[in-house]
């Protein structure tokens, strides 16, 4: 049973526009949700976390917003850019440090 | 400051050799992590040390084995290869969470082919 899913395995938007990816949770033990972002041929890289006791977190251009009674998180991207146009990973940790990755979604901004 | 190092980049074995995939770090972080992914999948977590001495097996462990000596260095063997094991390797590492920090550090990856 996956514990963090990614229902969307790709997205399309127009430069400019917002970037809105959804993940979903099962366990309500996750406290840690961070999204990692991956280009081919490279590792991911980290990108932003919430903590489960906010429901928001900004950072430039990049907002995740956790729903925990959905056990529903999101990542905002405005405006979105050609240069976002990678994979993105949603994982979610317990204390213990380990973190369980959704299949992530691709995201293709058009200029 | 290197960050996390992986060798080899890329590898192909043929079945039933063994291997080992190296991963080093110069954070002094005292989590590390070795995963795997496969096409169009998340990352899947084979082992993980939470410092030198000390490792644990991940959702994933069957055919692996690693160990962890220095805080540095986090090997990954591989005995016995399989088409199976066909993959990406990612090595991570990060500072012990609990102290407000869970991000991890990946390394660049070693893509392995077994045939």
């Known amino acids: 049973d996956q514990q963090v899913k990614q229902n969307s395995p790709s997205l399309s938007v127009q430069e400019g526009r917002i970037s809105i990816l959804n993940c979903d949770y099962t366990?309500?033990?996750?406290?840690?949700f961070l999204w990692y972002k991956k280009y081919p041929a490279e590792g991911p890289t980290f990108l932003i976390s919430?903590?489960?006791?906010?429901d928001k977190n900004e950072d430039g251009r990049f907002t995740v917003f956790l729903n925990k009674s959905a056990k529903h998180l999101s990542l905002h991207i405005v405006p979105s850019q050609p240069g976002d146009s990678a994979v993105y990973f949603c994982a979610a940790s317990e204390d213990a440090g380990k973190s369980t990755f959704g299949d992530g979604t691709t995201l293709t901004v058009k200029p | 400051n290197a960050g996390v190092t992986q060798t080899p980049k890329f590898r192909i074995l043929k079945i039933g050799q063994s291997m080992t995939l190296q991963c080093t770090q110069d954070m002094n972080h005292n989590y590390m992590y070795w995963y795997r992914q496969d096409p169009g999948m998340g990352l899947k977590l084979i082992y993980y040390s939470v410092g030198a001495g000390i490792t644990d097996k991940g959702e994933v462990p069957n055919g692996y084995n690693v160990s962890r000596s220095t805080t540095e260095d986090f090997p990954l063997r591989l005995e016995l290869a399989a088409p199976s094991q066909t993959s990406v390797y990612f090595c991570?590492?990060?500072?012990?969470?609990?102290?407000?920090?869970?991000?991890?550090?990946f390394g660049p990856g070693t893509r392995l082919t077994v045939t």
């Open positions: 919430i903590s489960s006791i906010k």
């Open positions: 991570a590492s990060s500072r012990t969470p609990g102290q407000g920090a869970h991000e991890q550090y």
């Open positions: 366990n309500s033990m996750f406290d840690y």
